[in-house]
């Protein structure tokens, strides 16, 4: 038996690589050794490598089969211990038996047809957002790479005035059927066509822009409205922003994710904005009017008297869109009383006289201003 080839070092990439890494591989190097750009020795083979391992490794039915079996075509023998192990556990499927046997005999009767239309791959964009951007939103405009369909041939790959047309040896189908030794005797399976690559159609004359391919690299520009209310880590998604699609598919979608920075002034929690205000040991006793910020602007808020530290007021309307809802919500101010520092003999001794009204004997540190004001309020000398 012929060594079976990795597909995933083919490719350059890991075993666990995801589909958008698998398809990345796989268009920078059908791009490096397409034989009409390279015509070095071996090229032309490393290129129908290429486009053997995207064929299994972007089909999850192929990889899965690949990864499990060695081989895009399901187990190849039945020695070493294996047998159908998998087929007879707690909690397995018995539809994937079916689905092995299905890619023995060409079926898959629900499996996609190769030529028939794909959809252009998601792409994502950071957008970096200030905190107030992110209350208020904005309309901005973004720039970024993608692939977009052939402004020469308009995808189809063949040159101006020419047209594609259906494969020689698939005729149109986008498959082939081949046969195969097994241990079970000559069986039949069904590939993707190695002439057309499962489109259907072959290019006689390429187009000069593309090279065949159908898609260019393009910088697009887009306009994009920031929603009042998104908070960090949230996406928005934009239809038919992402990439071009194959086979007359349509583009894929592009995905915004905010980062939001934080404020230096205000914590967020939803809808809700939370600020910590400093009020003295006067304000919090006597009470007082205040003038609070808000992302909406300042705000009066008045200070009952004998407020303690850590009490939370209420302003309502004053805090973040509603993202999915109506309204607005609340912003939550927390007091903190501040302990006066380096008090002047007149904050001293009106401190000793609310103390001694209050009933409490205050004994201060020895030697001290403090302990001389004490003193002269006492009458001593």
Known sequence: MAEQKDYYDILGVSRDADDATIKKAYRQLSKKYHPDLN???????????????????????KRAAYDQYGSA????????GQGFS??????????????????????????????????GADLQYRMDL????????????????????CHTCGGTGAAPGTSPVTCHKCHGAGYIQVQRNTPLG??????????????????????????????????????????????????MRLQNAGEAGSNGGGYGDLYIVFRVAPSDKYERDGATIYLKFPISFAQAALGDEIKVDTVHGPVELKIPAGTQTGSKFRLRGKGAPQLRGNGTGDQIVTVEVNTPKNLNAKQKEALM?????????????????????????????
Do not use: W
């Open 186 to 235: 000559a069986m039949m399976t069904r590939e993707v066509c190695d002439v057309c690559g499962g489109t259907g159609k072959e290019i006689k004359d390429k187009c000069p822009t593309c090279h065949g391919t159908g898609h260019e690299q393009e910088r697009h520009e887009i306009d994009v409205k920031v929603p009042a209310g998104v908070e960090d880590g949230q996406q």
């Open 353 to 381: 006289s609310f103390a001694a009204a209050s009933g409490d004997d205050i004994t201060p540190h020895e030697g001290s201003l403090f302990d001389r004001v004490k003193d002269a309020f006492k009458g001593k000398q």
């Open 73 to 80: 075509d399901g187990p190849q023998g039945f020695g070493g």
């Open 39 to 61: 015509h070095e020795e071996g090229a032309e083979e490393k290129f129908k490598d290429i486009n053997e391992a995207y064929q299994v490794l972007s089909d999850p039915q």
């Open 130 to 149: 200030k905190f107030e951007e992110a209350i208020f939103g904005k309309d901005t405009k973004i720039s970024y790479d993608r692939e977009a369909t």
């Open 86 to 119: 998998d087929f007879g556990g707690a909690g397995q499927n018995f539809g994937g038996f079916e689905d092995i046997f299905s890619s023995f005999f060409g079926g898959g009767g629900t499996q996609q047809s190769a030529a028939g239309p794909r959809q």
